[in-house]
């Protein structure tokens, strides 16, 4: 052997570890899982905004509960994203975190855990987003109209139960 070869010796069960792990077809799911109907169309609408026509109903439910007609044709529910904006606003922290626990990852191919670490993932994303609510769009969400603080008794978007909050959630799965 002259003195520019290197042998290496690897392990049969951590080669297939490692195949394994580049053939693997999971993924991590992160969002509002398992919430749908009203509540998932209350959360898209948050996502995006939305603007709502104004009904004769809605206008006499207005009067009723609040005292007061709704006098304009819409009403404008300005964009709250939790998702798209913590993508944004967290990716290169989480670029950040990956290079930090890089051996970790590494690690959990060669033993064959990819799935784990997956769930890690899920997790600090699902960590992200719930930061993303607590600090009311890291800063940028629009404040709540007056009538929506009568009607919830607060000033915080997005939580009122904090059902929404607390469907943020990371499932991993097989494709």
């Excluded at 005292?67 to 819409?74: A, D, R, V």
């Excluded at 784990?116 to 993932?121: A, D, G, K, P, V």
Aim: hydrophobic share 40%; glycine share 10%; aromatic share 10%.
């Amino acid at each position: 052997m002259s003195e520019s070869q290197v042998i290496f010796e690897i392990d049969q069960e951590v080669l297939d570890n490692i195949k394994k792990a580049f053939s693997d077809r999971s993924q991590v799911e992160i969002g509002l899982l398992n919430m749908g109907g009203d509540d998932g169309v209350k959360a898209l609408t948050h996502e995006f905004g939305n603007d709502i026509a104004v009904t004769p109903a809605m206008s006499g439910y207005f009067k009723q509960r609040f005292g007061t007609y709704l006098k304009k044709p819409e009403i404008h529910i300005p964009q709250r994203s939790f998702m798209r904006k913590t993508v944004a606003h967290k990716g290169e922290d989480f670029i950040g975190w990956l290079a930090t626990t890089a051996d970790i990852i590494l690690d959990s191919i060669v033993s064959g855990n990819w799935t784990r670490q997956l769930e890690t993932f899920g997790r600090v994303w699902v960590g992200y987003i719930k930061e993303c609510f607590d600090t009311r769009g890291f800063g940028q969400w629009a404040p709540l109209s007056s009538l929506t603080v009568l009607k919830k008794g607060h000033d915080v978007p997005l939580v009122e139960t904090g059902r929404m909050r607390d469907h943020i959630q990371s499932q991993v799965v097989q494709r």
